[in-house]
């Protein structure tokens, strides 16, 4: 495994940390990298370019002139798209260039990417990336004493505001996460600057040989009772209202006069 030093940001060394050869020391595939350089950009294309075709140019639809008689080439329409202003054929549409690359190419131009890196001794990595302030001349002096005085790409793990807010205004300085690290943005920047805890991430991610972590076993629990209903109480009988004299009395019948 490759052994590399661990420097804190004044640029001195605090330690030493081993990578895994799988990711750090793997085979260099240039077609790989080269594919995915290729999907990473065209993800970034916005694809809004538009022309407008006959049928949404300004101008009347009547016929110019009659058809014959006129010594004239017989015309349609002034949207024609022979026609100054008229309408484009076949232009540009809205559309999407993105496409499927699998999983697994990404992954191995990952290790490549990376795997470059170290090769070229143009891999650092860092103790913590602990700013005491959001200044931006703070992160520049680092960085000059880490050697990275071209472009340069910092990778950290987790959320910290002071570096987001120091990195974003320097030129040709990227930050990046360490779940969404791309080859591209590796091979792009001269320096590769990353902490200690998002190398070791990588490393599991990265790793194929790595055994994912076993889960905790965990005694089944039985469901607890459903809650008994309890039945409504039932309403108190009401007394029967009596029923009046004159009700009970049949109706008279009217007799024959």
Do not use: C
């Amino acid at each position: 495994m490759p052994v590399v030093d661990v420097v804190n940001l004044d640029g001195k060394k605090v330690g030493q940390v081993e990578l895994a050869d799988a990711v750090f020391g793997a085979e260099i595939n240039k077609h790989l990298l080269h594919e995915a350089s290729r999907w990473y950009l065209a993800t970034l294309r916005r694809g809004t370019a538009k022309t407008k075709e006959k049928s949404e140019v300004s101008g009347a639809g009547r016929k110019l002139w009659r058809q014959k008689g006129t010594g004239r080439a017989r015309v349609g329409s002034i949207r024609s798209p022979l026609w100054r202003h008229g309408g484009t054929v076949h232009g540009p549409k809205p559309r999407t260039y993105t496409y499927a690359l699998p999983k697994k190419m990404v992954l191995g131009a990952l290790r490549s990417a990376l795997s470059a890196k170290l090769a070229e001794e143009k891999l650092t990595i860092v103790d913590a990336w602990s700013l005491e302030s959001h200044k931006t001349k703070a992160l520049r002096t680092a960085l000059g004493k880490l050697n990275a005085d071209k472009t340069t790409l910092l990778v950290a793990n987790g959320d910290n505001r002071n570096l987001e807010l120091a990195s974003r205004n320097l030129d040709g300085v990227k930050l990046a996460a360490s779940g969404v690290l791309q080859p591209y943005d590796v091979l792009r920047h001269d320096r590769l600057v990353v902490s200690k805890d998002a190398a070791a991430r990588l490393v599991r991610a990265l790793d194929p040989n790595h055994d994912p972590a076993a889960a905790p076993q965990v005694e089944s629990i039985a469901p607890a009772p459903a809650p008994k209903k309890e039945a409504a109480p039932k309403a108190a009988a009401k007394p029967a209202a009596k029923k009046t004299a004159a009700a009970k009395k049949p109706a008279a019948k009217k007799g024959k006069e």
